[in-house]
C-alpha cells in the first residue's frame, strides 16, 4: 500500500522538526549559564536533560511550527516557542510520574525521572523546566517585539496553571477519589470534557495560539485555528484513552490499561470504545472543516489531526 | 527603651505593605477565571491560597516595594512584582516541606501543604503558584510597558530556575549526601557561598533587582542597588542560620536545630556563631554603604539591612 503524499510530506516535516526541538533544547541547556544565572549544577542540569531530550514525537512544537507557516512566521521563532511549551509537557510527565501522583516507573521505554535519579532531583528538575519554559519565551529571539513575547507569556501560563494544565490534573485526581477519604466519582460527560480540556487540551490550545500570536493573525483567523485545535484537543484524549484500552504495552512504550485499573475518568469508560472511535471521526472531521478559509495551506495541519486521530503510539 | 524613629515607620511600613500584599494575593487568587483559563478547580485553589495566603512577613514584596520607591515607581506596580516574587517564594517553601525534600510537617505554627491537603495537591499547589508568577508579572497592571514586563520575567526566571533558587536547592540536597550512595559534603566557604547565593540570595536579589527595572534606573544606581543586595542576602541566610542554632521553636514558628541534625551547610557550620555574628555585621555595613548615593531617601532600605540581621523570627 502506497503512502499517500501529504501523508508522507507530514511524516518528513513531524521528523524535522522534533530534528530541530532537540538539537535547540540542547544548546538552550548547555553547561556554563545564562546572564543573570549563577551556575547550573551538573546533576540538576542533567535531570533536566534527561526528562526533555532524547524523545518524544515533539506534536506539541511541530504544532505551533505548522500554524505558526500558516502566518508565515520564520521558523526559528516558532521553534522557540515550541521549545518552551515542550519544557511545559515534560515537566509535566516529571511531576505526573512521580509516587505520589501516578507512581509510574517507565516512560516511553526508559526509567522515569525520579527512578533514574530520585524523588527530590525529580521535582526540582519539573520545577526548573517549568521555569525555564517563561525564560525560552522571554527571549527576543522567540519574537523581537516584547508585546508579542509578553502575549505568548500570559497564554502559556493560563494553558498550564490553574486555570490549564494543574488544573485539570487536579480534576483528574479527585475523580480518582485520590485524596483521604475520597471516593471515585461517576463524572457526567461534560465534566469528562472539562476535565480533559484542561488536562490535555490546553497545552494543545497554546500550539496553535502560539502560532497565531507570532503571526499577528486577525480576529477571524484566530477563531479558526481555535476551532481547529478545540476539535483536535478532544480527539487527541480520545485517542490517547484508546490506546490506554486497546494499546499493546511494547509500542505505546509504558504499561497500558493503567487507567481502567485507576478508575480514571476517560471518555472511552463512559462512551464505550465503538462510540468513542465515532466521536472521534467527528472531531477530525470538524477539524478539518475549520481549516477551510486558508485551503491547501492547511494541508500540513490536516495532516496533523489524522495524525493525532490514528496514532498507535 | 524608646524604638528609633526610623524603626517604627519600618515597621509600620512592612505591616502596610504585607497587609496590601495578603488583599492583592487574595483578589488575585480569587474564585471564577481569569481570560484564557478554562476553570478554577476549588481543592487546587484552596491549596495555592492555604499556602500563600495568612502568614509571613512579606520581607521580600517589602524590598521590592521599598526599592521601587527609591525610584519613583508607583506603589501598585511594585506590589504586583512583590506578589509576584511571593507566589515564587511561597511554591518554594511547599515544594521544599514534601517528604522527598526537607519533609516538615509545620510551617510558621501551621501544618505544611502536604499535611493540610495531601501530596500529590500539594505538588499541584506550587507548580500552580510557579505558573501564576509569570501569569502575574505579564498583566498590564505590573507596568503598561511590555519590554518592562518581559525584562521582568527573565529575571524572575534566572533568579528561581536552574541558576538560581532551584540550583540552589540541588545543591543543598547534594551537600547533605542525600542520594544514593551520597555522603554529606564538607563544602568550602567558597562553596557555601554560592549556595546560599542560589539558594536564598537569587530571589532577593530580584526583589532590588525589580525595583530598579520597574524604575528604569541607571547603570550606577542599579550597580548601588545590586551592591546592597548582594550583601544583604549573604546577611539574610547568616541570620536564617543562626536562628536555627540559637533560635527557640516557638518564636520560629518551626523546628530549630534541623539543619545541623541534617549535616546542612551552613556558613554557622563553618565559621561558628561567633565569627558569624561577626561577618553579619560586615554585611549590614557593606549594604548601608552601598546605599551612600541615595542619602536620606534609602533610610528605609538601611532599616531593612539591620531588621533582617536582628530578626528573632
Not at 184 to 200: D, F, G, R, W
Request: glycine letters at 10%; charged letters at 25%.
Amino acid at each position: 500500500m502506497s503512502i499517500p503524499l501529504v501523508e508522507t510530506s507530514f511524516l518528513s516535516t513531524l521528523g524535522a522538526v522534533a530534528t530541530d526541538i532537540e538539537s535547540l533544547l540542547d544548546r538552550l541547556q548547555a553547561q556554563g549559564r545564562a546572564e543573570g544565572e549563577i551556575a547550573r549544577p551538573d546533576r540538576l542540569l542533567e535531570a533536566m536533560r534527561f526528562a526533555s531530550l532524547g524523545g518524544g514525537k515533539r506534536v506539541r512544537p511541530f504544532l505551533v511550527v505548522a500554524t505558526a507557516a500558516l502566518f508565515g512566521v520564520p521558523r526559528e521563532r516558532a521553534l522557540m516557542a515550541g521549545a518552551a511549551l515542550e519544557c511545559i509537557h515534560c515537566y509535566s510527565l516529571v511531576h505526573d510520574d512521580l509516587p505520589a501522583m501516578d507512581n509510574d516507573d517507565m516512560r516511553r521505554g526508559r526509567p522515569t525521572a525520579h527512578k533514574k535519579f530520585d524523588e527530590a532531583t525529580a521535582i526540582l528538575a519539573g520545577d526548573s523546566l517549568l521555569t525555564f519554559a517563561f525564560d525560552i519565551l522571554a527571549r527576543p529571539e522567540t519574537h523581537p517585539d516584547p508585546a508579542v513575547r509578553i502575549e505568548l507569556v500570559t497564554a502559556l501560563a493560563r494553558a498550564s496553571g490553574i486555570g490549564g494544565m494543574a488544573g485539570g490534573q487536579m480534576l483528574d485526581l479527585a475523580a480518582e477519589g485520590r485524596f483521604a477519604g475520597g471516593k471515585p466519582q461517576q463524572l457526567t460527560e461534560s465534566e469528562i470534557a472539562t476535565l480533559q480540556a484542561m488536562k490535555t487540551g490546553a497545552l494543545l490550545q497554546f500550539a496553535w495560539l502560539a502560532g497565531a500570536i507570532l503571526g499577528g493573525t486577525t480576529a477571524a483567523q484566530r477563531k479558526a485555528v481555535e476551532d481547529y485545535g478545540r476539535a483536535l484537543g478532544e480527539a487527541f484524549q480520545i485517542a490517547d484513552d484508546l490506546l490506554d484500552v486497546e494499546g499493546d504495552a511494547a509500542t505505546v512504550g509504558k504499561p497500558t490499561g493503567k487507567d481502567a485499573a485507576a478508575g480514571k475518568a476517560t471518555f472511552v469508560g463512559v462512551l464505550g470504545v465503538a462510540r468513542a472511535r465515532a466521536r472521534l471521526a467527528a472531531l477530525v472531521a470538524a477539524a478539518e472543516k475549520a481549516l477551510e478559509p486558508f485551503g491547501q495551506q492547511a494541508s500540513l495541519l490536516k495532516a496533523a489531526a489524522h495524525f493525532v486521530a490514528e496514532r498507535q503510539t
